[in-house]
């Protein structure tokens, strides 16, 4: 991952700044749910992960370890959080059971 790294201090997982390896994941889980006519949330189009932890700037300030690439426990909830408000605005907060 280093040799994608534009800047020193990873996230910003917003598309202008995201690594290649992150954008090439990312496409290819939506090429994948496409194929399977499924739901795709982006991440990385949504910027859930902005700045950087370094430069105390964004979302990765915050949310982002010293490592520079994990999610803090708080940023762990703030992505979930994320995910479950993309979740319901595709209809997809209740399981369904159809047979």
Known sequence: MAEDAP???R???GERD?????????DG???LAQEFRAPFVDPVGERWITGSRTAGTGTAARYIKRDGTHPTPEGHRYMA???AADLRRLGL???SRSR
């Open 7 to 9: 800047r020193a201090d």
């Open 11 to 13: 996230p910003d997982l």
């Open 18 to 26: 995201a690594a290649p390896s992150i954008l090439a994941i990312r």
């Open 29 to 31: 889980l939506r090429a």
């Open 81 to 83: 959080s994320l995910l």
């Open 93 to 95: 907060a209740r399981p």
